[in-house]
């Protein structure tokens, strides 16, 4: 990062630069930009990651006078909760964000017996158009930036910390937005996600879940990255003909090429893929494509794969519901007599509109 781009008035639509959005060498250069110390890098790195503090008043060690002016320069407001709903007794929790040019993102935290899960947005809106899906409905608003990114999960982490008593242990890009489509800022924010404190929240790669439509060059880059975070892979149907329909991206890339690239991901990481099957009643939840679901994904995948079955949230004014359970008991029957493992996903915050599609619940 060059120190002389870094205080510039953030244009309208550009979030301003915050400490999230910088690596180690990034805050190191931005830090000596404003004539302090070198080890005062450290210090920012260590409340804002360590201590999940974001608010320089806070941070009592560092001298009254720049205060001010850390605050100003490095820890700008970008995310400002407009909503909270719970439900699930307390253990699910929406947050509607406004950040600072009016753009609204969501992101859900889950609290469950052996793990704390946020799921976060990575776009405001989407560009990818999938007819199931409430977000893919009004397009896309803009690229969140890293730190906008990186706020929902340190935001997540304090209340995991001081309404639950837990640590956040898992994070899942399955909010609003295509991550892939918004790659630097995405990979930008794993980084610091997953980066061992002072320099990031160090949760384990594996808790980390990023979710794709299947944008396949990007799913190659992703695997060269050396992340080895957990690729979800939103396929939907096992047959181009209703691919091309419920993920309209499918266009460009077929279903054998997600797939390839999706084993690319797996053999390169040595990480298991989820794919992701929304169940959508009379539209995708045939025994036979259960079965062709079940036959491309072992030839493809072999045993580093696993389905994930979520029952449609029906989006308003749409015709489309989730299947009956008989079926969807069918439906995991047949996948899993092709060898594959196939499991319905735990479906919180419907009632908060925080479900997939409002937003998405994590995956197994
Ligand atoms: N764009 C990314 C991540 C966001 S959506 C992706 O598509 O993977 C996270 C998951 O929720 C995706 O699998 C998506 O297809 C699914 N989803 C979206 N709307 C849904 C709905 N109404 N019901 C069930 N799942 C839905």
Redesign the pocket.
């Known amino acids: 990062m060059v120190p002389e781009l870094i205080f510039q008035a953030p244009r309208k639509g550009k979030p301003p630069l915050h400490l999230a959005d910088l690596d180690v060498a990034g805050c190191a250069s931005a830090v000596a930009a404003l004539g302090l110390p070198a080890f005062r890098a450290s210090q920012l790195a260590h409340h804002y990651y360590g201590r999940l503090i974001a608010d320089p008043r806070q941070m009592t060690d560092l001298p009254a006078a720049v205060r001010g002016l850390v605050a100003e320069t490095l820890f700008p407001a970008l995310l400002t909760a407009a909503r909270d709903v719970a439900c699930d007794a307390g253990q699910t929790r929406k947050t509607l964000w406004r950040a600072a040019d009016g753009a609204t993102v969501e992101s859900v935290l889950m609290r469950y017996p052996q793990r704390t899960t946020v799921c976060i947005s990575?776009q405001a809106g989407?560009g990818?158009a999938?007819p199931?899906?409430?977000?893919?409905q009004g397009g896309l608003t803009r690229n969140l930036s890293t730190a906008e990114i990186v706020e929902q999960v340190r935001a997540a982490a304090v209340a995991a910390r001081d309404d639950f008593g837990e640590r956040l242990s898992n994070v899942?890009?399955?909010?609003?937005?295509?991550?892939?489509?918004n790659y630097a800022k995405v990979v930008a924010a794993v980084r610091r996600i997953i980066a061992a404190p002072p320099s990031g929240f160090g949760i384990s790669a594996r808790a980390v879940t990023v979710?794709?439509?299947g944008l396949v060059p990007a799913i190659g880059k992703l695997a060269d990255e050396g992340l080895a975070v957990t690729l979800?892979?939103?396929l939907?149907a096992p047959d181009d003909e209703l691919r091309d329909t419920l993920?309209p991206v499918n266009t460009r890339w077929r279903v054998r090429e997600a797939l390839d690239a999706a084993r690319y991901y797996a053999d390169v990481t040595g990480r298991r893929v989820s794919v992701?099957y929304?169940l959508i009643r009379d539209v995708n939840d045939q025994p036979w494509r259960a079965e062709l679901l079940g036959r491309r994904l072992r030839r493809a995948l072999g045993r580093l794969v696993h389905v994930?079955v979520?029952?449609?949230?029906?989006?308003p004014g749409?015709a489309?519901d989730?299947s009956p359970k008989p079926v969807e008991r069918e439906f995991v029957k047949h996948v899993r007599a092709q060898g594959v493992s196939c499991t319905v996903r735990d479906t919180r915050g419907r009632e908060i509109s925080a479900?997939?599609?409002?937003l998405?619940?994590e995956g197994g």
């Open positions: 990575s989407c990818m999938c199931f899906c409430a977000t893919g899942v890009f399955m909010g609003m937005g295509e991550p892939l489509a979710s794709t439509v979800a892979l939103s939907h993920v992701e929304a994930n979520i029952p449609l949230n029906p989006t749409s489309w989730a479900a997939c599609g409002q998405a619940a």
